[in-house]
């Protein structure tokens, strides 16, 4: 093992345990390091060796944590993962960081402080305006029109 590969092993060790981290960042903190091809490969599976780099785990934490800090919607949680080089297995495995009821409850509680916020006299200004605001947060259309329908006509009144 070069000093080299020591040396940007050591930092990207360092990065990774700070924060969890995709393989894609990882790629581009040793570009910006000067450490490219095989070289960063190697270094990337020595990470991955070594337990410092984990895209499942990964996946989970920014899933669960976006859920519930930020209350995005999968369909928005699934295209920041995507956009970070997660596809497949692991991107399934984060969708189950949420559940089901969690999930629905949290949609629920977002259009009810959103209706709050809202001022106007026509119900279907107003609906119109939740599907937006909860499409807009990454959920999905079919469960919005279901939560809204929930409320059977509360707006009406």
Known sequence: ????????????????????????????R????????????????????????NEERFAKTFAGGKFRVK???????????????????????????IEPADYRQTLRTLLDKKRQSL????????????VRFALSRGYESDLIWSVLGEEGGQEDE
């Not at 040793?30 to 091809?37: E, I, P, Q, R, Y």
């Not at 369909?75 to 960081?97: D, S, V």
């Open 1 to 28: 093992m070069t000093d080299q590969h020591k040396d940007a092993l050591r930092k990207a060790a360092s990065f990774c345990a700070y924060q969890e981290r995709t393989q894609q960042e990882v790629r581009e």
């Open 71 to 97: 209350n995005w919607g999968k369909r928005k949680i699934k295209q920041h993962l995507q956009q970070r080089g997660i596809t497949g297995y692991n991107l399934e495995q984060a969708m189950k960081e």
């Open 30 to 53: 040793l570009a910006d390091w000067g450490v490219w091809g095989d070289d960063a490969e190697a270094v990337i599976a020595d990470l991955i060796e070594q337990n410092y780099l």
């Open 119 to 130: 001022r106007d006299d026509s119900p279907l200004i107003i609906k119109q305006k939740l």
